[in-house]
């Protein structure tokens, strides 16, 4: 079963606005990635947070996370059209990964 | 270097046939997993290797589906007597450990249509 929930499932901007994706996940992580994923392609990670971390910072990707509400969420800033893809946040489960459903991110240009 | 490869790329199977999905991780990865993703769902996890050894295969959905990795490299993922319900991409990912994380690295995929 999948561990984590992607908010929401799509989300169609224009070139140049800001996307926010939000993530809920139901039990204790120590780290929590996000992944994205090209149509027809294998997932590519872009960035992971700790648990003991509360915001991280990658290029144009902005990454928080609250482990009280179980919950992180994704803000891709000035976005682009080659932005557009499936990302999926995922944590860690024994020994495995749990990805969410995905928010599906369509970028206009 | 080279990344994950994974062949086939496609594979029509007709319902029970049996098939054999094939990945080649990067040279020196520990860990290797295999994932099933249905159309519009993130990745489900089904089998964990660290080298030879196959830790954990809780995610296989039924005795139908085995994966082996006998020399700690290259894995294969076999499903007996595939169903339509089996139609789906299968991923392949590789992993180093570091630092207690596993950062993963996916090949493209095999999408399996079952006829």
């Known amino acids: 079963s999948q561990q984590g929930e992607e908010d929401p499932q799509a989300l169609s901007i224009q070139e140049g606005e800001n996307a926010t994706m939000n993530c809920s996940y139901k039990?204790?992580?120590?780290?929590l990635q996000w992944y994205r994923q090209n149509s027809g392609r294998g997932l590519v990670h872009l960035i992971l947070?700790?648990?003991?971390?509360r915001e991280k910072h990658s290029g144009r990707l902005r990454v928080t996370l609250d482990t009280s509400k179980k919950s992180s969420s994704l803000l891709i800033t000035a976005s682009r059209a080659a932005d557009t893809a499936s990302y999926f946040c995922?944590?860690?489960?024994?020994?495995?990964?749990?990805f969410g459903a995905g928010t599906r991110l369509t970028v206009k240009p | 270097g080279a990344g994950v490869s994974q062949s086939p790329r496609y594979k029509v199977a007709k319902r029970g046939q049996d098939v054999a999905l094939r990945c080649d991780p990067i040279s020196g990865h520990v860990s290797l997993f295999w994932y099933q993703q249905a159309l519009g769902q993130g990745p489900e996890f089904l089998t964990y290797f660290q080298n030879e050894a196959q830790l954990d295969k809780s995610g296989l959905p039924s005795d139908r589906f085995f994966a082996e990795r006998p020399e700690g490299s290259v894995s294969t993922l076999k499903i007996q007597r595939t169903q339509q319900e089996d139609s789906a991409v299968y991923l392949c990912?590789?992993?180093?450990?570091?630092?207690?994380?596993?950062?993963?690295?996916f090949g493209p995929g095999t999408r399996l249509t079952v006829t």
């Open positions: 947070i700790r648990s003991n971390e």
């Open positions: 039990t204790s992580i120590n780290n």
């Open positions: 990912a590789s992993s180093l450990r570091v630092a207690g994380v596993y950062e993963q690295y």
């Open positions: 995922a944590t860690e489960f024994g020994n495995d990964m749990r």
